[in-house]
């Protein structure tokens, strides 16, 4: 089972505040882990294993790293899970928090440490990468739903400063990894159903024909939705294909898609509406028949190539297409202004993008170090329309949540060049060095087609250089301390950049936030009675200058403003290991106290053009938690394939807005899962069913940052039930 490691977050100090981040708890954690160091030189050390991490560009093992790295292998993505959501495996890494809202039209709500929680749509502020290929565009704005997690190996999850290396928006990193075909020719089929008529059917065949690996996987997945409202469809298709041309030269080929023909948009509730009925739907959104359809292709192309002994080269360049069209719940009325685009978003976008990357493993003053030079380009196109979401007059319409007029009618157009280094130097027996530096550049083009209200035409470029530092030192041979530092940035998305306050076009007066990140960890092992132990801890403290956030609420649009400096702190912790009798038990911990530093004015309920009401210092930051704990035990008795664990998720208070005026009250929820594999000859069957919210809890599951109608508040499900079946033959 692989263990994430820990982070967590406490209490920044803007103004006259104090943190109250206990410094003397990592303190008091190191002092552990040192005499659990002491105690096991009276034991004898048994393998651990190692978990081999590619998240800082280059394979080494994650306990060697100075930074807070994750691996979640096959094992526990394939826990008894639907296998359709990110957030049903990554609850588990500490300093990351992802929230099914229950709604396919709004994707997964994911941040790290604190890093995108205000999204209300899609995810920013941290990277997504599928095989190497870049699930988040060059604006920071990235998408979830191509995801197949039924074929996924493993997920890598980095956090802190040295997400730094991967450029605009990386507060956190997250890579999935598809498996390699072979070397057995093996087919499967699976299939999972559950409460609310969700059920998936899958189908994969993977194998190996000489220096040709091949893997396909192909889903369909179904719901009605917890809440009315709230059907969603979606089909997923991923191939990957590689071919070993020699023993220095391997091509891999990756090709995905996704097809969401409608996905139903319950919105969110006010607090009144959720108490009274979590399943109920905002009377706007069954109106407005509030949806959106998503389709969306693409292809990877990855050369490995290895130069010589010391040298190896890869070249990753791929290229997209992805169509969404969008209904909202704005009122006609509102769509009558000038540089009202309407209330149907239809976007046409294409995409690609290349990586080049060179290593050299050598040596410097008679020490092993290991070089990365790269250079990075991607490009976005696109073309968005505006529509009014009625036809006939406004006061008096025909039909409502319908395509009629154009409204907007815009080129757009994103493009990103990096260049990046890195360097891994061990330079004494016991002390190692990470150090890296990546200077980005970012621009912006609006090409307005729609002149009807002026013209909106205007273009930006933002530009940094980010650079990161780590330092480890190696205790003993299983206890590792280390330290790193970096600063980052994030740009506006398009999405923030929609809207201006009191016109159309795009609001080029938005800078893009910049960070300086720091953390101290403690990496530690142990032999403990019944097998070996592994625990992680690190504190760290994240300051940024010209935070985004929400400047006015007006026809159903949001525009965003800098507001000044933030600061959060935070500790994440992680333990697991074997209690004997075939138990193992695992604990992730975070805290985070996330806070404005600088007071600014903001609006309040819309229609909202001029902000008029004080955000004050030392404010929350809305929709970060200040807790996430997760804990298992599991019981696996050997050689019986059976498998049980029962499960705790707790997540504290999430403020909904900027000034703090109500939160989502914390929750904990318990829940159940077992499973039983059997093979016969070549075949494996696996049965597996899973309860979740055993005491049927009802609670806020996720937010929506700054609702400009209140309606901050997306249920969870109470208890719901889910049973499945996988069927494997190998041949």
Not at 95 to 111: E, F, K, P, T, W
Not at 492 to 501: I, M, Q
Not at 503 to 518: C, D, I, K, V
Not at 561 to 578: E, K, M
């Amino acid at each position: 089972m692989s263990l994430p490691s820990s982070r967590s977050a406490t209490m920044p100090a803007p103004g006259r505040h104090r943190s109250t981040v206990p410094h003397p708890v990592l303190a008091v954690a190191i002092a552990c882990a040192v005499l659990c160091a002491q105690a096991r030189a009276q034991v004898q050390t048994h393998d651990l294993g190692t978990v081999v991490v590619t998240a800082t560009r280059t394979a080494q093992p994650a306990f060697d790293i100075p930074a807070s790295i994750d691996a979640l292998d096959a094992d526990v993505l394939n826990a008894s899970q639907l296998q359709v959501n990110l957030s049903e495996s990554l609850a588990r890494v500490p300093g990351i928090v992802a929230q099914n809202r229950q709604n396919y039209a709004q994707d997964l709500q994911i941040s790290s440490r604190g890093f995108g929680a205000r999204s209300t749509f899609g995810v920013r502020g941290l990277r997504l990468f599928v095989d190497g290929i870049p699930a988040t565009m060059p604006d920071g704005q990235g998408q979830t739903s191509h995801i197949d997690l039924t074929s996924a190996e493993r997920i890598e999850v980095l956090r802190g400063p040295f997400s730094s290396l991967y450029g605009n928006s990386s507060g956190g990193v997250v890579n999935v990894f598809t498996q390699d075909g072979g070397p057995d020719t093996v087919a499967e089929l699976s299939a999972a159903f559950g409460s609310d008529h969700a059920h998936r059917v899958g189908v994969q065949l993977s194998g190996q024909q000489g220096a040709a690996q091949y893997l396909i996987s192909a889903n369909h997945f179904q719901t009605d939705g917890y809440r009315d409202h709230s059907a969603a469809e979606r089909t997923t298709f991923n191939g990957k294909f590689s071919l070993a041309t020699s023993e220095d030269t391997r091509w891999t080929l990756v090709l995905n898609s996704v097809d969401m023909p409608e996905a139903q948009d319950p919105l969110g509730l006010t607090r009144a509406d959720w108490q009274a009925d979590p399943r109920q739907v905002a009377s706007v959104a069954t109106l407005y028949n509030t949806r959106k359809s998503v389709n969306q292709s693409q292809a990877g192309l990855i050369l490995n190539q290895r130069l010589g002994r010391d040298d190896r080269l890869q070249w990753t360049s791929y290229y997209g297409e992805r169509e969404t069209v969008q209904y909202q719940s704005i009122p006609p009325t509102s769509q009558q202004a000038a540089s009202s685009p309407g209330g149907v978003i239809d976007l046409s976008r294409n995409y690609w993008g290349q990586d080049l990357r060179w290593t050299h493993s050598g040596t410097l003053l008679a020490r092993p170090l290991e070089f990365t030079a790269g250079l990075s380009d991607d490009i976005l196109n696109e073309h968005r329309l505006g529509f009014q979401s009625f036809t006939g007059p406004a006061a008096d319409p025909d039909a409502l949540g319908v395509e009629g007029t154009l409204r907007r009618n815009e080129l757009n157009r994103v493009s990103s060049f990096d260049q990046y280094l890195q360097a891994n130097w061990a330079f004494a027996s016991d002390w190692n060095a990470l150090l890296g530096l990546r200077h980005s550049k970012v621009g912006f083009v609006s090409s307005d087609r729609y002149l009807n209200n002026g013209n909106d035409s205007g273009s930006t470029t933002y530009e940094a250089s980010t650079p990161v530092a780590g330092l480890m030192y190696k205790l003993s041979p299983d206890l590792h301390l280390y330290a790193s530092f970096g600063r980052g940035f994030e740009t506006p998305t398009f999405n923030e950049l929609a809207y201006r306050p009191g016109g159309g076009g795009l609001n080029f007066g938005l800078s893009p936030a910049t960070s300086r990140q720091w953390e101290l960890g403690a990496k530690t092992r142990w032999d403990g009675w019944a097998g070996p132990w592994l625990a992680n801890i690190a504190y760290y403290e994240a300051r940024t200058n010209h935070e985004i956030a929400v400047l006015t609420n007006s026809g159903g649009r949001s525009t965003f403003q800098n507001v000044g400096r933030t600061l959060r702190q935070g500790l994440d912790a992680s333990l697991t290991g074997p209690l004997g009798h075939d138990l193992w038990w695992y604990a992730a911990l975070a805290t985070l106290d996330a806070r404005y530093r600088d007071s600014f004015l903001t609006c309040t309920a819309a229609p909202c053009t001029t902000p008029s009401v004080e955000v004050a210092a030392g404010k929350r930051i809305p929709g970060i938690p200040d807790l996430t704990f997760y804990t298992e035990l599991q019981w696996r008795p050997q050689a019986s394939g059976f498998e049980g664990a029962v499960e705790f998720r707790q997540v504290g208070k999430v403020s909904v807005d900027d000034r703090n005026t109500d939160a989502a009250p914390a929750y904990g929820v318990v829940n159940l899962r077992v499973s039983w594999t059997q093979k016969a000859g070549g075949w494996t069957l696996r049965e597996f069913a899973r309860l979740d919210n055993v005491a049927d809890r009802h609670y806020a599951g996720s937010v929506i940052v700054n609702e400009g109608n209140s309606r901050f508040f997306e249920p969870a499900p109470g208890r719901t039930w889910l049973l499945g079946l996988n069927a494997g033959y190998t041949f």
